[in-house]
């Protein structure tokens, strides 16, 4: 950013200074605040969630699909990270990287996930050590033969179900031995497809099977400064819109039964829920909850985040509850259908913002208008703020980050894609 630009920001920033201070809110201290939040950044969205673990690796089953043909997807790890240095470069703050266990480093060998193992990871975190990032860690339960059923923790034949359990057993492992290398807790999230199309007759032995399997699985314990453990749910997935067995009502059940973590990916609710209304119902019961940044679009569960009222009612759960420091954000989308590396900084960029709005939000004066029960005032308040000039702070932030805004964001952006991914097969 030029002088001429800094000195621009900076102006219009003490205005905006100003306008929050009139209302009650201290943007600068807005704008501390907002320097402590880490969002861990999704591999799959660079790649199409293809990983590297075989030369055709593709997504296939599991009730997820990506949409698209933009060119430009990373082939390789190094072009992965490559990507994913210029996506961070592009969000202010300091964050992490959230891999899946098929982005191993498997040096060209095929092996199996139930054969996988820290050492396929040490360059990952050799990688994230010099990027000066935390890693979070998932089991990749899709997209391999012994799926295509539709079913994985929860099937009723032994060996299949012994194959996955070993996985996430060994993903668990690598979790915690990437937690030990870089110091701070990694959180293993499991995400499983299993579920029917149609009408089943018994959901019963599923859901069972997958309580006992997963007992086994968290049997082995690893300490919470290393790694911790959450359970993802799903509404409806392609190939599971009648019978998903990790129903949010299995998972939450289980993670408040078994001191886990619940994850709540935004994308996968119904359309007339709200994660946000969820937060402070569930942190009455838990310690932590993991929360996955992603937007629902009628059926489809993944588009790229944007700061709509879904995302801005969320992030304000979290900071009027004051429990930033109990709830982790990951973002959780993969759009093929435009620049990937855009797709990552928009996605990022909204969660951030979002977070940024619920900040300069005059809590208090808010607060005491409820206890007074003026509600008209409260309202009034509440659309007063949508006004201020949030815009002018967000500019601000990226200034200090030296991070690029406006359109020499974009620019950045198509510079990259022209002179870097575009040139890719």
Request: charged share 30%.
């Amino acid at each position: 950013m030029g002088e001429s630009s800094a000195a621009r920001v900076g102006k219009v920033y003490e205005l905006a200074r100003e306008a929050y201070a009139e209302v009650g809110v201290d943007a600068d201290e807005a704008l501390e605040r907002l320097t402590k939040v880490s969002l861990s950044l999704h591999v799959w969205q660079g790649d199409d969630v293809g990983g590297f673990e075989r030369p055709d690796a593709s997504l296939s089953g599991g009730g997820i699909m990506v949409t698209g043909s933009h060119p430009g997807r990373a082939r390789d790890l190094d072009e992965l990270r490559m990507d994913l240095r210029e996506a961070f470069s592009l969000i202010p703050g300091q964050h992490r990287l959230n891999l899946h266990a098929i982005y191993g480093d498997f040096g060209g060998k095929l092996v199996d996930r139930d054969e996988i193992g820290p050492e396929h990871f040490e360059s990952w975190v050799g990688w994230a050590k010099g990027e000066g990032l935390g890693l979070d860690f998932n089991a990749t339960c899709f997209s391999h033969a012994k799926a295509d059923s539709g079913l994985t923790l929860s099937h009723k034949e032994e060996g299949i179900r012994a194959f996955w359990m070993e996985h996430v057993k060994r993903c668990r492992e690598i979790s915690a031995f990437m937690g030990r290398e870089l110091g701070t807790p990694c959180i293993h999230n499991l995400w499983i497809p299993d579920g029917s199309k149609d009408t089943p007759v018994d959901r019963w032995s599923h859901r069972r099977i997958l309580r006992d399997a997963l007992d086994e699985i968290y049997a082995a314990e690893y300490s919470a400064a290393e790694m911790k453990d959450a359970v993802e749910s799903k509404l409806f997935g392609i190939g599971s819109e009648s019978f998903v067995v990790g129903s949010y009502d299995f998972y939450l059940a289980y993670a408040i039964a078994r001191g886990k973590m619940v994850c709540l990916d935004m994308g996968h609710f119904h359309p007339t829920e709200s994660v946000g209304d969820k937060v402070s119902a569930i942190l009455q019961f838990s310690d932590e909850l993991l929360i996955h940044v992603s937007r629902g679009v009628r059926w489809d569960s993944d588009h790229v985040p944007i700061l709509d009222d879904e995302l801005r009612l969320l992030m304000a759960e979290i900071v009027r509850g004051d429990v930033m420091d109990r709830v982790h954000l990951g973002l959780d989308f993969f759009d093929a259908s435009m620049n990937r590396v855009g797709a990552w900084a928009i996605g990022a960029t909204a969660a951030l913002q979002a977070v940024l709005m619920a900040l300069l939000e005059p809590r208090e004066e808010l607060r005491q208008m409820e206890e007074g029960g003026k509600n008209f005032a409260r309202l009034a308040m509440l659309e007063r703020s949508k006004a201020l000039p949030f815009g002018a702070v967000w500019d601000q932030h990226c200034l200090r980050s030296e991070v690029r805004t406006g359109r020499a964001w974009v620019e950045e952006i198509e510079r990259y894609e022209a002179e870097v991914t575009a040139k890719r097969d």
